[in-house]
């Protein structure tokens, strides 16, 4: 299935903007592996970037200038959270998508229950019927 490079980058930005923070400055491993990789001719040298390029760079950090870690949980403060199941003791695996929609969309997930061992098979549609 080939990605929608636009629409994959473009869902990149609120995220980044959330949870990818730019060094202030390096520490002092960050320092030595960038100095080692451009030593061995890693090249070029791309400054911080958070795009996917070929050479060194200086990409994002978790962590905020004041120490702060932010993780995936962070975003779900902008979450309509009608739209959110959250399943305990369940592990993802595979995204399901539509083959015939000519876009990337994922459409469901199977997942396997810590709790009984069986995999299971919810689609959007299950989900969006669902009864509170």
């Known amino acids: 299935m080939k990605w929608d490079e636009k629409l994959v980058n473009e869902s990149y930005g609120w995220v980044e903007k959330l949870n990818a923070f730019k060094p202030e400055e390096l520490s002092p491993w960050s320092s030595s592996l960038k100095n080692g990789l451009l030593e061995a001719g890693v090249l070029p040298y791309n400054g911080y970037t958070v795009d996917h390029v070929e050479g060194t ?72 019927q669902r009864s509170e």
């Open 57 to 128: 760079k200086i990409s994002a950090s978790t962590f905020d200038n004041n120490g702060k870690r932010h993780t995936a949980a962070d975003l779900l403060k902008y979450a309509n959270p009608d739209n959110i199941v959250v399943l305990l003791n369940a592990t993802v695996g595979r995204i399901l998508f539509n083959p015939e929609s000519g876009k990337l969309k994922a459409i469901g997930v199977e997942f396997m229950s810590e709790v009984d061992g069986i995999f299971y098979h919810v689609s959007i549609n299950q989900l969006s």
